[in-house]
């Protein structure tokens, strides 16, 4: 099934007005929050992530995250907080979003009924676009959902008012699915890649985010000279690609990408592509989100590159990783585990510097003071990303710098190195300053 510029007959500044709908569901949400809810011993902050459902596996990444951050925020004295003149310990209630935004509304109606006051991190755009809605009239405040798609900015950037508690806590995917174009051009003039034609074919999950991402890397491809097929789209929960591999065997495409937020959707995509020996450069964004990726993929992953997540470079993201391996027994992802500390972290900063958890005064010092550098992320909502340029698609432009993630290079903000796997094991290839390894083309390519 191919993308189309209308979704269901509408355009899709329409289809984002109306995607809302979803938190139909939630109306019982615009209920008041308890009005005795400041005066309990301890402060009940929602975590939101998939926790059951196709990405439950990156919702165990989530947890993991989060607990830590929790343990290294209490160490450093930041827990209890204090806010409006009572100091509170933390109590953290999971909010499992299940991958749907029907049910992630749910599951927010659940949270607020429990006494939640504040919300954090989370998955999926489908997901962030419903819980906006759900969220607004309760003024909730809600700091670093990963739901990363352009739709979420377009539809603060329409009712900037409404969505004012609204923090992505990841870029849209024209900040890096647009630079993967650049390096594949760069190898191919030193050499290193002979593609035996510029075809390229892509498919994302069928998704706010896939479609998004989709976009982007649609442009950025064609931008970069290949000539690429309007981009096929799978249910979230595909396990079976032999179709779509057998179409992009037959159009004898030199590079095939995809974009898949569940764990076993990639792992399955990764293994019949390199089973069915369709002959092409590989992009799979997204391979790194759980921590046992190599072990369900296995060598069918070598040669694989991305541009999906951050990347241990400084000595400080080093030792984190080793504290999470030797914390939890196995190796993190570092864009659902790395990320929601940073956002735990993060929401737990400025609520002691805010010193309050009313609306008004907790936004206005988030956009307009906070400029927290994370473990992995620069945190700066009040400043036009660096990196954006208005994303043009069939003549349209839209200014996606609004309501963003600031974004720099790897010191200053928001910035992905693009990898190629071996074994398991990530060798950054861009940029060249970063660069610990040199990019292999496939032996079948």
């Given at each position: 099934?191919?993308?189309?510029?209308?979704?269901?007959?509408?355009?899709?500044?329409?289809?984002?007005?109306?995607?809302g709908?979803?938190?139909?569901?939630?109306?019982?949400?615009?209920?008041?929050?308890?009005?005795?809810?400041?005066?309990?011993?301890?402060?009940?902050?929602?975590?939101?992530?998939?926790?059951?459902?196709?990405?439950?596996?990156?919702?165990?990444?989530?947890?993991?995250?989060?607990?830590?951050?929790?343990e290294?925020?209490?160490?450093?004295?930041?827990?209890?907080?204090?806010?409006?003149?009572?100091?509170?310990d933390?109590?953290?209630?999971?909010?499992?979003?299940?991958?749907?935004?029907?049910?992630?509304?749910?599951?927010?109606?659940?949270?607020?009924?429990?006494?939640?006051?504040?919300?954090?991190?989370?998955w999926?755009?489908?997901?962030?676009?419903?819980?906006?809605?759900?969220?607004?009239?309760?003024?909730?405040?809600?700091?670093?959902?990963?739901?990363?798609?352009?739709?979420?900015?377009?539809?603060?950037?329409?009712?900037?008012?409404?969505?004012?508690?609204?923090?992505?806590?990841?870029?849209?995917?024209?900040?890096?699915a647009g630079?993967?174009?650049?390096?594949?051009?760069?190898?191919?003039?030193?050499?290193?890649?002979?593609?035996?034609?510029?075809?390229?074919?892509?498919?994302?999950?069928?998704?706010?985010y896939?479609?998004?991402?989709?976009?982007a890397?649609?442009?950025?491809?064609?931008?970069?000279?290949?000539?690429?097929m309007?981009?096929?789209?799978?249910?979230?929960?595909?396990?079976?690609?032999?179709?779509?591999?057998t179409?992009?065997?037959?159009?004898?495409?030199?590079v095939?990408?995809?974009?898949?937020?569940?764990?076993?959707?990639?792992?399955?995509?990764?293994?019949q592509?390199?089973?069915?020996?369709?002959?092409?450069?590989?992009?799979?964004?997204?391979?790194?989100?759980?921590?046992?990726?190599?072990?369900?993929?296995?060598?069918a992953?070598?040669?694989?590159?991305?541009?999906?997540?951050p990347?241990?470079?400084?000595?400080?993201?080093?030792t984190?990783?080793?504290?999470?391996?030797?914390?939890?027994?196995?190796?993190a992802?570092?864009?659902?585990?790395g990320?929601?500390?940073?956002?735990?972290?993060?929401?737990?900063?400025?609520?002691?510097?805010?010193?309050?958890?009313?609306?008004?005064?907790?936004?206005?010092?988030?956009?307009?003071?906070?400029?927290?550098?994370?473990?992995?992320?620069?945190?700066?909502?009040a400043?036009?990303?660096?990196?954006?340029?208005?994303?043009s698609?069939?003549?349209?432009?839209?200014?996606?710098?609004?309501?963003?993630?600031?974004?720099?290079?790897?010191?200053?903000?928001?910035?992905?190195?693009?990898?190629?796997?071996?074994?398991?094991?990530?060798?950054?290839?861009?940029?060249?300053?970063?660069?610990?390894?040199?990019?292999?083309?496939?032996?079948?390519?």
């Amino acid at each position: 099934m191919t993308e189309e510029k209308k979704q269901n007959g509408m355009t899709r500044r329409e289809f984002v007005k109306t995607v809302g709908a979803a938190a139909v569901v939630g109306s019982a949400l615009s209920m008041s929050l308890p009005k005795e809810g400041h005066a309990a011993s301890k402060l009940k902050i929602g975590f939101m992530g998939p926790f059951t459902g196709p990405a439950s596996r990156t919702g165990d990444q989530f947890k993991r995250g989060i607990n830590m951050a929790l343990e290294d925020a209490r160490a450093a004295g930041e827990i209890p907080v204090k806010v409006d003149g009572k100091t509170m310990d933390i109590e953290p209630v999971w909010v499992d979003s299940q991958s749907s935004p029907e049910k992630s509304v749910k599951a927010v109606q659940d949270a607020v009924n429990r006494g939640v006051k504040m919300m954090v991190t989370g998955w999926h755009s489908s997901v962030a676009m419903a819980c906006m809605d759900a969220e607004s009239p309760l003024k909730m405040v809600h700091i670093g959902h990963q739901g990363e798609s352009q739709y979420i900015n377009f539809k603060i950037n329409d009712h900037p008012e409404k969505y004012q508690g609204w923090f992505k806590g990841w870029a849209s995917p024209p900040v890096f699915a647009g630079l993967y174009g650049p390096p594949l051009v760069y190898f191919m003039k030193k050499g290193l890649w002979k593609p035996k034609n510029r075809k390229a074919a892509v498919i994302v999950e069928d998704t706010d985010y896939g479609r998004g991402w989709g976009e982007a890397l649609v442009v950025s491809l064609r931008t970069a000279g290949f000539d690429v097929m309007p981009y096929d789209v799978n249910a979230i929960d595909e396990t079976e690609f032999t179709p779509i591999i057998t179409k992009y065997k037959a159009a004898d495409v030199s590079v095939v990408a995809t974009t898949q937020t569940g764990g076993v959707p990639m792992y399955n995509f990764v293994k019949q592509v390199r089973a069915m020996g369709l002959k092409a450069l590989f992009l799979a964004h997204g391979l790194t989100w759980t921590g046992e990726w190599y072990q369900n993929t296995g060598k069918a992953s070598d040669f694989a590159i991305c541009m999906d997540s951050p990347y241990p470079i400084s000595p400080e993201q080093k030792t984190w990783m080793k504290r999470f391996k030797d914390k939890y027994g196995i190796d993190a992802g570092i864009a659902p585990s790395g990320q929601p500390y940073d956002h735990t972290r993060l929401a737990i900063r400025a609520l002691n510097e805010a010193g309050t958890l009313k609306f008004e005064y907790l936004v206005q010092h988030i956009r307009e003071k906070v400029k927290y550098k994370g473990v992995w992320q620069m945190y700066d909502f009040a400043t036009y990303n660096d990196f954006w340029k208005d994303f043009s698609e069939e003549g349209t432009l839209h200014q996606l710098s609004r309501n963003d993630v600031r974004t720099g290079d790897f010191m200053k903000g928001f910035f992905f190195p693009l990898v190629q796997m071996f074994g398991g094991k990530p060798k950054i290839l861009w940029p060249l300053d970063l660069a610990d390894g040199t990019f292999q083309a496939p032996p079948w390519v």
